[in-house]
């Protein structure tokens, strides 16, 4: 017997990710997860005897204990993932944090070489690189006094 319920959560959760990859709310690479997991879950509510004839073949006496468990292994893997992904973009943001603030003690020692004849451009107006602050300071010693 189909499961309504589970057919329409099936359907919403897909409709969902959907909506958020064409919004670009999501990322591909983790809605291809998800769209998984929305087909995995339309499929079992279509056809519920896989979850026991699966369940049967594992040893698992009771049909919902494999699905609770196979939904925890899924839920610890995407946590998992997560947490690399977490790790990932911390270590950027650390070397990003480092590379400005290097950039920022080069505009403090052009700023003292010159005499203080460079404004104070402030946050967010810093020029990009080391070696732009470089050519700005070769161009200005070219041009004639």
Request: no cysteine.
């Amino acid at each position: 017997m189909i499961a309504p319920i589970g057919v329409g959560f099936a359907l919403l959760v897909l409709a969902i990710i959907v909506i958020l990859l064409t919004r670009r709310q999501l990322r591909e690479k983790y809605a291809l997860l998800w769209l998984v997991i929305g087909v995995a879950i339309l499929v079992l509510a279509l056809f519920p005897g896989l979850l026991g004839g699966l369940a049967g073949v594992l040893g698992v006496e009771v049909p919902s204990n494999l699905f609770f468990a196979l939904a925890i292994a899924l839920l610890s893997g995407v946590a998992l993932h997560l947490s690399w992904e977490l790790s990932a973009a911390e270590e950027e943001i650390r070397r990003v944090a480092e590379e400005i603030a290097i950039l920022r003690v080069d505009v403090e020692e052009l700023r003292t070489d010159r005499g203080s004849e460079i404004p104070d451009a402030g946050v967010g107006s810093q020029p990009e690189s080391a070696e732009a602050n470089r050519r700005s300071q070769a161009a200005d010693d070219v041009e004639p006094s």
